[in-house]
């Protein structure tokens, strides 16, 4: 158990790093508005759509995803449940404009592939992956979907529609068709070739560093006074830490699913902030100062968060 937690935590430590390198180098006066817009435009539009299409097609068959389809149940409600859960905390700290989108797209959407994947493999092995990957698409299409239109419209003055065609234009986003392209090559059984998948691994590769080093350079314009624990931010901790993972909890009695699938669905759902959550605030105008705040506070508290679940999933 404890070489477990052990490698929990390093799993933590090397997101951490990653931050800290991005935070050094902007305090080192290494990037400009212009840098880090290139920043965010060659994740959100080249490495991520990439990242995604070989994730899938490299964890999933079409057989596989066709047999394991009824096990999103539980996830996809969880994620429903915390969604709820998140407007109503909204509402109940009285989040302020800008912060909105973030602060209940957090209570709802986790890191289930930059942290929660590595972590669950080092806890589990490659038994997780099924089940994490499960997680992942329900996690991804809410956070493509309703949790960037949540960001987009908090950081708007118009008050569209989520149907409404400019609302459609930025949800649909390179990110979301690069999960749909995925998911349809996987159901095709598409085999691309060799060269494609190396060049589309060597790209993809670049998501990681790239989005942990943005959330840096984001933390670096914080003051420090500015890292207090407001209202706001225990809130958000309270959506991301408590209700998410209680959201999969909850459900564990009424819907049968494994063991491994228990154990990695409420560890997936404990994970920080989603780091692409700084970069898309960024991106449509929204607090992403806040964002980065969030996203670092969370990581670092997940040092200690995940230990604790991982005993709870144990004594299930």
């Not at 956070?143 to 003055?157: E, H, P």
């Not at 986003?173 to 691309?192: A, E, N, R, T």
């Not at 933390?219 to 407001?230: C, G, N, P, Q, Y």
């Not at 699913?257 to 154990?263: A, F, Q, V, Y």
Request: charged residues 10%.
């Amino acid at each position: 158990m404890i070489a477990i937690v052990i490698q929990a935590i390093q799993s933590v430590l090397i997101i951490i790093c990653l931050i800290a390198l991005g935070f050094i180098l902007a305090k080192k006066g290494w990037f400009d508005e212009r840098s880090e817009r290139m920043i965010v435009n060659l994740v959100t539009k080249i490495s991520l759509p990439i990242y995604m299409i070989l994730g899938l097609l490299n964890n999933f068959t079409a057989e596989r995803l066709i047999r394991m389809a009824p096990d999103l149940l539980v996830p996809l409600l969880s994620v429903f449940i915390a969604f709820i859960c998140g407007g109503v905390l909204v509402r109940l700290f009285k989040i302020s404009k800008g912060r909105r989108g973030v602060f209940w797209t957090n209570c709802f959407i986790a890191n289930a592939v930059f942290i929660g994947l590595p972590v669950n493999l080092a806890l589990f092995g490659e038994e997780s992956m099924p089940s994490a990957m499960l997680y992942y698409i329900v996690n991804t299409s809410f956070f493509w979907t309703i949790g960037v239109y949540l960001i987009i419209k908090d950081s708007d003055n118009a008050e569209a529609a989520i149907f409404s065609l400019g609302g459609l234009k930025k949800i649909i986003s390179p990110p979301f068709l690069g999960f749909v392209l995925g998911i349809i090559l996987v159901l095709s059984d598409v085999k691309l070739p060799t060269f494609i998948q190396v060049t589309g691994q060597y790209i993809g590769n670049l998501t990681t560093p790239l989005s942990l080093m943005f959330v840096g350079i984001e933390i670096s314009k914080v003051a420090l006074k500015d890292l207090h624990f407001d209202f706001e931010l225990w809130g958000s901790l309270i959506g991301r830490f408590i209700i998410c993972p209680l959201g999969v909890l909850v459900l564990i009695p009424f819907i049968p699913i494994t063991e491994m699938s228990m154990k990695v669905f409420t560890l997936q759902a404990a994970m920080p902030a989603m780091t692409q959550v700084t970069i898309i605030s960024s991106l449509y105008g929204a607090d992403s100062k806040y964002a980065a705040r969030l996203t670092f506070v969370t990581i670092v508290l997940s040092l200690l968060v995940i230990p604790i679940y991982m005993v709870v999933v144990n004594c299930i």
